[in-house]
């Protein structure tokens, strides 16, 4: 049997100023008592003011969360599980990256789920979501991380990162307004970005691949690899924000539905380990990742390749692979992330245990067209280390 099961998007409003739909999103639940989620960061550049401020309304009470850092921990997720859970909120309204979307995902489910977060951890779970919990609109602020259409929250935990995944962690809402990306900082852009990248090359490479998710994958790629360079070095271009906003989105689709593999898997410990951004620790591999595994997937590397550049066409699958592993390596350099593991402070004695945390993501390995084996593994953070591909 060779059929698959179609994960869609949440109703979305996508594009410059779609934020104006927020009321009318607002007034579709109705709601009495309203939880509005975001980082510090976000509420000290006035996004919570000029977001709320056109929605006050007598109609419903609104609270605030902004306890969230960059790459959420368990400790960071269990907080706002016990602020949700005292609120009798009706309605939560997730606004930023995916750390502070990921965090309103986990306190609009666990409202009405009990239990710690630690027993609903992908790998070590004992626990089944079983309430859908309190409706989510999701705001994303960042063109990075898909937190918007997928069912998963990332967790950083102790020497790793893991997932708690569920269909109900699924937004009710997407607004997706890249005039809100405006303000993200440059290095921000390139991290964020080459998340979004990222999550299409691998979703289009995964072994559960099919014909709709490489058809978002293709797109996504295509859009980001037009317009990042350009939105790191002028955040202000409509088009390449614009750009960056649906490659984002089309890209956590193709994710959601293909899944991500190996290059997610070796990062998961740089953030866990050093508390590398998502974003910037699977940039830095990309290309070791796919150098390391090209043969297992040379003639999806020459599409990725000629969907990047048109230029292809007289290379061999081989010949093309390489190239577009030492064309995204240009990419990462030219967005100003670190091409080696050093770059980051990292002291190459940690390759060992980054390999021994990297081995444990079954479930991302599972994807990747090339079985990785955990010396297989190590020699990756090793090439990430010396810089030679
Ligand atoms: N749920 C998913 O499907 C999914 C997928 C990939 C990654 N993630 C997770 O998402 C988190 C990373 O999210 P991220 O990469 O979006 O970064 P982030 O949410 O951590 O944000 C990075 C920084 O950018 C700032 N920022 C965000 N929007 C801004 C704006 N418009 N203007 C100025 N500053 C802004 C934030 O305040 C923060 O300091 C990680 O925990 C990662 O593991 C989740
Ligand atoms: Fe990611």
Redesign the pocket.
């Known amino acids: 049997m060779h059929y698959t099961r179609i994960a869609s998007s949440p109703v979305t409003h996508i594009g410059w100023g779609a934020i104006e739909k927020l009321q009318f999103e607002i007034e579709q639940y109705n709601p009495t008592k309203i939880l509005i989620v975001a ?4 509420q000290s ?1 006035g ?1 919570i003011d000029k977001i709320i401020g056109p929605v006050q309304n007598k109609k419903w009470q609104i609270d605030i969360y902004t306890d969230i ?4 921990t368990l400790e960071t997720g269990e907080k706002i599980v016990d602020f949700t859970r005292r609120g009798n909120y009706s309605l939560v309204v997730g606004i ?7 965090m309103s ?1 986990l306190a609009a489910v666990f409202a009405s789920n009990a239990g710690s977060l630690i027993e609903y951890l992908n790998l070590t779970a004992s626990k089944t979501i079983q309430q859908k919990g309190i409706p989510k609109i999701l705001i ?3 063109s ?4 918007e ?8 935990l102790e020497k790793t ?1 893991d ?1 708690i995944a569920h269909d109900y ?1 699924i937004a009710d809402v997407a607004i997706v307004d890249p005039a ?6 440059p290095v ?1 852009t390139a ?2 970005g080459a ?1 979004a990248l990222t ?1 299409a090359i691998e979703a289009f490479l995964s072994v559960n691949s099919n014909a709709y998710s490489d058809g978002l994958a293709l797109q996504a790629i295509k859009l980001i690899g037009g317009a990042l360079e350009t939105a790191v070095k002028n955040g202000h271009d409509e088009k390449a924000r614009t750009d960056m906003a649906y490659g984002s989105y089309l890209a ?1 689709l193709a ?2 539905n293909a899944g991500v593999g190996a290059v ?1 898997a070796l990062a ?1 410990p740089l ?1 866990g380990q050093f508390h590398i ?3 910037a620790s699977n940039a830095v591999l990309l290309p070791y990742v796919l150098n390391f595994i090209k043969d297992s997937c040379s003639p999806k590397l020459k599409i990725i390749f000629e969907t990047l550049r048109v230029e292809s066409k007289e290379f061999t699958d081989e010949e093309a692979a390489k190239k577009c592993v030492a064309l995204l390596g240009e990419l990462v350099k030219n967005i100003g992330i670190p091409d080696k593991l050093g770059g980051f402070g990292i002291p190459d004695t940690a390759a060992t245990a980054l390999a021994a945390d990297g081995i444990l993501q079954k479930r991302l390995l599972a994807r990747c067209p090339m079985a990785l084996k955990e010396s297989d593994i190590l020699k990756i953070y090793e090439s990430a280390f010396t810089g030679i591909l």
């Open positions: 980082d510090p960061v976000l550049l996004f850092i960059p790459e959420p930023g990256g995916g750390s502070a979307l990921d995902k994303p602020t960042t990075g991380t898909g937190a259409v997928t069912n998963i929250s990332v967790l950083a990162k997932v962690l809100l990306t405006v303000t993200v900082p921000v991290a964020t998340d999550h956590g994710f959601f997610h998961y953030g951004a998502h974003g």
